[in-house]
């Protein structure tokens, strides 16, 4: 299992994990832990007690194999949309979205920035509003956001040959810190990818071709019925009827890996919109949030992100 993934580099990893977090991830006895550890699993120890760091312990459950392990089941319930009609991912959906941000050592208060929702960029609209007035510590920001979903395929045979030679690259998905991902020369050295380190590195391969393109971070909504913040990223790029499309790149490589059968739903991330994402004004390797009170430590950003009733 171990030589499956690359461990997350010492100088990106947070080993905050105990050891029996591990083992329940993982659905494994500690004997397992110790093979892991053997065969090169990170860890440190404090108290007597070893810990990991969580994206190893993801990437070790997703290409285990196994099938009971956290990850896996957590993936293929992330992915049972992919399955359905394309029909679903195109109507008008609308989002009870709030974020709040949490300053770590907050020297005081101060204002707030914070990278909106921007769905009219492709037909949804944000309604009621709430941005965060001048605080210390936290914050919040609040509004309901709607989504709209539309084929827009990609027309440009040099965008859908770089897209598809990515694709086939084979680099392997794996959960990984943003502050690394934003890293993209070192994840993709690795044989590793994310979608934020593929939509770097895609949107700079689109702009060598002569296309206005840019990678740009937004919200996968509707995981786990909400309260979970995935980092997540896409390509948008300027294709040569001057419609602006999305590469979803990360999650057509996702679904490919899920099951044959979800072919439509890849075609779809070619260049189309769907209603579970919601851009930001965030670039793709730029945090969501920022807090002038002069703390040197990055604003910590959690959304929760759920289906609005009857829709």
């Excluded at 997703?62 to 109507?91: D, K």
């Excluded at 709607?146 to 998905?173: C, F, N």
């Excluded at 840019?214 to 997540?232: Q, Y």
């Excluded at 002038?292 to 609005?308: L, W, Y």
Aim: glycine share 8%; hydrophobic share 40%; with cysteine.
């Amino acid at each position: 299992m171990a030589k499956s993934i690359e461990f997350i580099p010492a100088e990106y990893s947070r080993r905050t994990q105990p050891e029996s977090v591990a083992q329940e991830m993982l659905r494994c006895a500690p004997a397992d832990i110790d093979r892991l550890a053997d065969a090169g699993l990170p860890y440190e120890v404090r108290s007597g007690v070893r810990h990991f760091d969580v994206n190893d312990l993801y990437n070790l459950g997703m290409y285990s194999g196994r099938g009971n392990t956290q990850p896996e089941l957590a993936f293929r319930m992330l992915f049972r949309f992919a399955h359905r009609p394309i029909g679903e991912l195109l109507r008008e959906k609308s989002w009870d979205f709030t974020v709040t941000l949490e300053c770590v050592a907050c020297q005081g208060k101060a204002p707030w920035r914070f990278a909106a929702p921007d769905a009219a960029r492709f037909g949804g609209h944000v309604a009621g509003a709430r941005a965060p007035q001048p605080s210390a510590g936290s914050a919040r920001w609040e509004a309901t956001v709607t989504t709209l979903g539309a084929r827009t395929p990609l027309i440009s045979p040099q965008l859908r040959g770089l897209t598809r030679d990515y694709l086939s690259s084979g680099y392997r998905w794996q959960m990984i810190p943003v502050a690394m991902q934003a890293d993209y020369e070192l994840v993709h050295a690795l044989g590793a990818t994310s979608c934020i380190a593929a939509s770097l590195l895609l949107a700079e391969r689109f702009r060598s071709a002569g296309y206005r393109a840019e990678a740009k971070r937004g919200w996968f909504c509707g995981v786990l019925g909400g309260a979970l913040d995935l980092p997540h990223a896409c390509v948008e790029v300027v294709d040569d009827d001057g419609v602006l499309k999305t590469v979803d790149i990360a999650k057509a490589q996702l679904a490919a890996r899920l099951s044959p059968d979800t072919g439509d739903f890849q075609e779809l991330c070619l260049g189309s919109v769907y209603n579970k994402v919601i851009p930001s004004t965030a670039s793709g390797n730029a945090s969501f949030g920022h807090h002038e009170c002069g703390s040197p430590q990055p604003v910590q950003v959690r959304a929760d992100i759920r289906s609005m009733p009857g829709n």
